[in-house]
Structure formats: structure tokens, C-alpha cells
């Protein structure tokens, strides 16, 4: 093989969602494009794998909505290159205590960017609903159109049978040690094999592994830290399985307060449906505990009354695990990594745990970085590596967070 069979325009470290989405955009571009993963590709050991997540317009942080609004459209663009869907149409309802800082962020996004929806007491959800959602009096309900479910797994598969579609050259099983400038040749990117990749640019998105391979390459510590998640089904009660499907007016959801909670209609799994805690414990992502996971009992709380009784509370019937890499704001890192490499290394990482279901505007706009060195149509300050330099906490918001940091037991 010739130096050229190892020469590349662009080199993306990381093959989970963010990465494989960047891989097709800079492939789609016709640039010459190299996909590495650590792992197999379709690993379980990151955050880009199972069957479900959740698309919504409905955010706190109004800057969200410009990266969510054009998922949308990629995600059906994507959707019509491969010719099979791993977007399902849902509304998204927010739920949570009427006087929630958090919920009323969401309420005044919704304004600010024209998105419709409506607010609705209890007996409205009650009745909204046909008594599949039950709120206390003092909550209030936030319903909108803008929902959905994205597959991951499959979506992942997708934009990496799209990049190779388009050209590019994907190889898993190979693990990024360095990355250093090598001259005339751009940079070096070397693998734990022995392998030397060349290319004129590199983007960096490696999830968990993000704090500890940017710190080998240039020595900056970036405040992400890895976050072992619990995701949980529930079994619905005999006779009310069709009530939580999608397809049959049951939205995606989130509920605002102590702990955060989420979920979804019943999709991947006949008869069970997805609820479970945003939030998660501190883990080594070469580490982890990959134990059984705490269920709180707030979360069994949670599924007993908003369900009605409907959905069996007492345990979930399925547990399965995942990583989130948190920042300290829940904001994303979004930037140059600068010093020496300039603006010919491009890092995406701190995605929070709900970074997902933009990945199609976040690979392009990764795209846009590497190869014209700024993004197109996007205000990109609140996701720079800086912001933690002016204050470690990040971006400051003026509601609570929504991720909980859990104790682990273990």
C-alpha cells in the first residue's frame, strides 16, 4: 500500500452517532474521508446504541431550537438516501410543577421561536389524553406537536452506510493514541496498532473517552465526565398495551422537578414502555460497573401516578445501561481545539446525554468547521472550549439542572 492509501482530507476519531454523522456530510462534500472506531462499529460501550430516543423542539435553552429544527429536516433527508426510516412522528408533552423555572424556560422558547403549543391543567391533560396521563392540580402540562422517536442503533448504521456510500473509508477496532502536527504532511494520527493516518484536518468525537484523549493530545482538561445511565421498561397491565404505542396519540414526554424523567410510547418492546431518570452515576468509561443499576423510588412513584395504575410500578422488567458525558452546564463542547493545531483539529463532545437527536446538524456543522473553519447559520459561543475557562460551571441558567448525579452504590 502507498502513502496515499493512508492520506486523507479529513480523519474523524469516533464512530458513534456524531462522528458517523460527520463522516457522511464531509463524504457527501466529496472530501476523502477516514472513519475510525475504537470498538466494533455498533458497539454497546458508549452512548449510540438501543432503540429508542427522544426528538423534541421543547427545550429550556432557546439556542437549541435553530440545532433541533434543522435534525429535523436531516433526518428525514437522510432517511430518503438510504430508503429506510429511523425517525416515527410523535407529540412530545413536558410536564412538571406549574411554577418549575425550567418548564416556564420551555414555555418562553416555544414563544420566542414560534413553535405551537399549548399549556394545559390537570382535567385538560386528563381529558387531552383519554386518563392515560395523570398530573397533580398544581402541575401544569406543555403539549406540542414536535416530537418523536429516533432509532439509534439503526441511525448509527445509517450515516455510516451513507459516508460509505459517498466514498469514505471506515475502519473500526482501531484506537487513536496521538494526534500531532507533522509538517507539510498535516497531521499524524497514530492508533494503538501501529497504524499512521495523515490527513489535511481532524474532528474529534469520541464521547466518554473525549477528557482523556484531548488531554494526551494537547494537555487541556476538559470538563466532561462520563456518566453511567439506567435506562428502564415497564410492563403495561394487561388489556391497556395499545393505550402507550405509538401511532396511537401517546406522546414522547419529560417531567420537570426532582428527578428529571423522560420517556417514550411503547416501540421497541411489545407491552413495555420507556420512563426512566435523566441522570446517572461517575464511571471510567474503560471501567464501568456495567452492574444492574440503582431504580429509584421516585421513578416507581412517577410510573404508579402519572400512569393511573396502568403500568406495573413494583421493578422494571428491563434494565439496559448507557454513557452520558456531561459538562458542568449540560451545554455541548462544540470548538477549535486551537494552540498549535489551530483550526485543523475540530472537537464535538459534552453531549449530555441529549445531544442525539441533533446529530444530523451537529455532523454538518462539524463538517462546515473542518473544511471552511466556521459553521453556517449558527451561533456556536455557548458550546466553546473558553467558556469553561470564565467560569467552570459553565454557561450560567437561571433554572435547575436536569441531569442527576446519582451516588452509586457500588
Excluded at 39 to 52: A, I, V
Excluded at 207 to 214: D, S
Excluded at 255 to 273: D, F, K, R, V, W
Aim: glycine share 12%; hydrophobic share 35%.
Amino acid at each position: 500500500m502507498g502513502y496515499s492509501d493512508f492520506e486523507f482530507d479529513v480523519i474523524v476519531v469516533g464512530a458513534g452517532v456524531m462522528g458517523s454523522s460527520t463522516a457522511y456530510q464531509l463524504a457527501k462534500r466529496g472530501q476523502k474521508t477516514l472513519l475510525l472506531e475504537q470498538f466494533d462499529f455498533l458497539h454497546h460501550r458508549g452512548s449510540s446504541h438501543g432503540e429508542s430516543r427522544t426528538i423534541r423542539a421543547t427545550y429550556p435553552e432557546d439556542y437549541y431550537f435553530g440545532l433541533v429544527d434543522e435534525s429535523y429536516r436531516l433526518w428525514e433527508q437522510a432517511q430518503s438516501e438510504i430508503g429506510f426510516k429511523v425517525y416515527f412522528k410523535a407529540q412530545q408533552f413536558d410536564m412538571g410543577p406549574s411554577d418549575t423555572k425550567g418548564l416556564l424556560s420551555v414555555i418562553a422558547t416555544c414563544r420566542k421561536n414560534a413553535i405551537p403549543y399549548q399549556v394545559l391543567d390537570h382535567r385538560e391533560v386528563a381529558e387531552r389524553f383519554s386518563g392515560r396521563i395523570n398530573i397533580p392540580e398544581d402541575w401544569i402540562g406543555v403539549s406540542c406537536e414536535l416530537g418523536g422517536i429516533i432509532k439509534p442503533t439503526k441511525a448509527v448504521s445509517m450515516f455510516q452506510m451513507l459516508a460509505f456510500k459517498n466514498g469514505a473509508c471506515l475502519k473500526d477496532n482501531i484506537k487513536v493514541v496521538s494526534i500531532n502536527k507533522d509538517g507539510d504532511r498535516g497531521l499524524k494520527v497514530a492508533a494503538s496498532n501501529g497504524e499512521i493516518f495523515w490527513g489535511k484536518k481532524c474532528v474529534v468525537t469520541v464521547g466518554g473517552w473525549m477528557r482523556n484523549l484531548v488531554k494526551t493530545v494537547c494537555g487541556i482538561e476538559l470538563p466532561i465526565q462520563p456518566l453511567e445511565t439506567n435506562v428502564c421498561y415497564w410492563r403495561i397491565k394487561d388489556g391497556h398495551e395499545v393505550e402507550y404505542t405509538i401511532g396511537n396519540d401517546f406522546p414522547t414526554f419529560a417531567s420537570y422537578g426532582h428527578p428529571y424523567i423522560y420517556g417514550t410510547p411503547s416501540l421497541e418492546y411489545p407491552g413495555l414502555i420507556k420512563v426512566a431518570v435523566h441522570g446517572g452515576y461517575q464511571c471510567n468509561p474503560d471501567k464501568r460497573p456495567w452492574g444492574p443499576g440503582l431504580v429509584p423510588d421516585s421513578l416507581k412513584q412517577w410510573v404508579e401516578q402519572r400512569f393511573k395504575g396502568k403500568v406495573d410500578s413494583s421493578k422494571p422488567v428491563i434494565t439496559q445501561l448507557c454513557v452520558y458525558s456531561m459538562t458542568p452546564d449540560e451545554d455541548f463542547v462544540i470548538d477549535f481545539l486551537g494552540g498549535e493545531f489551530g483550526k485543523d483539529v475540530v472537537i464535538g463532545g459534552g453531549f449530555s446525554g441529549h445531544g442525539f437527536k441533533m446529530s444530523p446538524a451537529i455532523g454538518r456543522i462539524l463538517a462546515d468547521l473542518a473544511l471552511i473553519g466556521k459553521a453556517k447559520g449558527v451561533e456556536l459561543k455557548q458550546f466553546r472550549i473558553a467558556r469553561f475557562e470564565e467560569n467552570p460551571r459553565g454557561n450560567i441558567k437561571e433554572y435547575e439542572d436536569q441531569v442527576g448525579l446519582l451516588k452509586s452504590t457500588l
